[in-house]
């Protein structure tokens, strides 16, 4: 099975940023719509942002400004670069496809933003 894996995440301070990575194996992502997306407690899971094959890219409004998604075509590696981090980002983080598939959820990563 193709997995997909999360890391970077940790506890932050208000203001702090983090680097997510996304790690697939194979290449084979790379025709795709790639998406971040976030779980917090007691919440839906939601759309972060995504990039395209052309590196375009989505963010959810909550984000602009402050969240950077980027990939790596060549090894399926994607990247979400948070800065300037709120409270309010607290949340298991995922990638997966745009739209995600069901067999490509992974572990996730925990960001935690608290003082």
């Known amino acids: 099975q193709v997995q997909l894996v999360e890391s970077g995440g940790g506890l932050v301070q208000p203001g702090g940023s983090l680097r997510l990575s996304c790690a697939a194996p194979?290449?084979?992502?790379?025709?795709?719509?790639m998406g971040w997306y976030r779980q917090a407690p007691g919440q839906d899971r939601e759309l972060v942002a995504f990039?395209?094959?052309?590196?375009?890219?989505y963010y959810a409004d909550s984000v602009k400004g402050r969240f950077t998604i980027s990939r790596n075509n060549a090894n399926d590696t994607v990247f979400l670069q948070m800065n300037d981090l709120k409270a309010e980002d607290t949340a298991v983080y995922y990638c997966?496809?745009?739209?995600?598939?069901?067999?490509?959820w992974g572990q996730g990563t925990q960001v935690t933003v608290s003082s």
């Open positions: 990039i395209r094959s052309d590196y375009r890219t």
């Open positions: 194979g290449s084979i992502f790379s025709p795709y719509v």
């Open positions: 997966n496809v745009n739209p995600p598939m069901l067999k490509y």
